[in-house]
């Protein structure tokens, strides 16, 4: 099966400063990661992913990096804003698999400063 | 509001009752997931069904858990004879599998404690 660790497991940034969270995977033949965001007491959604056949992928403020070598991946949100403040997991999925069975990350909570 | 939704959103319960969550998917979405989130951990992975077949369940769960999606839309989780350490959110998800997106989308969870 596929092993997702994320770190940190707690994060505190000033506004407008950025946040940047590491997540590793351990089967080199995962091939897609998504990041997900919790607000407390909601549901995840997704906000960014990436697919192995990309080092990077940006959405406004956020960005989306990977390392297929060290198979690590990380989640980059730039000028950060109080309603960024959330818990936010990476996963994985099963190698040659999409999305049926996804391992999360253990989580990590971001609170922004104001 | 057309997401995924979850009934109950709350259930309390005595240790040894049975508990049964609903889910009712994205219509158009032909795969629903049923994972279970404790706190300060990410989301694990329980089940996963495709129309109405269930094609994968984890070991996490029991005989004690079965899940149900009998005419390929809503589906059930029934827990049997509770015990305080199955006291966690359980979410649901949905997703289409034509889709390349691969987005799961999240229900609110029925959040379960076994007193």
């Known amino acids: 099966g596929e092993n997702v660790e994320q770190h940190p497991s707690t994060l505190s940034v000033q506004e407008g400063d950025s946040a940047v969270i590491k997540c590793t995977y351990s089967?080199?033949?995962?091939?897609?990661f998504p990041w997900y965001k919790q607000e407390l007491g909601k549901r995840p959604q997704l906000i960014i992913d990436?697919?192995?056949?990309?080092g990077e992928k940006k959405d406004q403020r956020i960005a989306v990096t990977l390392n297929k070598t060290a198979k690590h991946f990380s989640l980059h949100i730039t000028e950060t804003q109080p309603e960024d403040s959330a818990v936010y997991f990476c996963?994985?999925?099963?190698?040659?698999?999409?999305?049926?069975?996804?391992?999360f990350g253990t989580g990590t909570r971001l609170t922004i400063i104001p | 509001d057309t997401g995924v939704s979850q009934d109950p959103r709350h259930k309390i319960t005595k240790r040894g009752q049975n508990v049964t969550f609903r889910c009712d998917p994205i219509?158009?979405?032909?795969?629903l997931y049923w994972y279970r989130q404790t706190l300060g951990q990410g989301p694990e992975f329980l089940t996963y069904?495709?129309?109405?077949?269930?094609?994968?369940k984890s070991r996490l769960l029991s005989d004690r858990f079965s899940a149900e999606r009998p005419k390929g839309s809503f589906s059930t989780l029934e827990i049997q004879r509770t015990e305080q350490g199955d006291s966690a959110m359980y979410l649901c998800?949905?997703?289409?599998?034509?889709?390349?997106?691969?987005?799961?989308?999240f229900g609110e969870g029925s959040r379960l404690t076994v007193l």
């Open positions: 998800a949905s997703s289409f599998s034509g889709s390349t997106a691969g987005e799961l989308f």
């Open positions: 089967d080199s033949a995962s091939n897609y």
């Open positions: 990436i697919r192995s056949n990309v």
């Open positions: 996963a994985a999925p099963r190698p040659n698999f999409g999305n049926e069975k996804l391992t």
């Open positions: 219509s158009e979405h032909n795969r």
């Open positions: 069904f495709q129309n109405e077949a269930q094609l994968e």
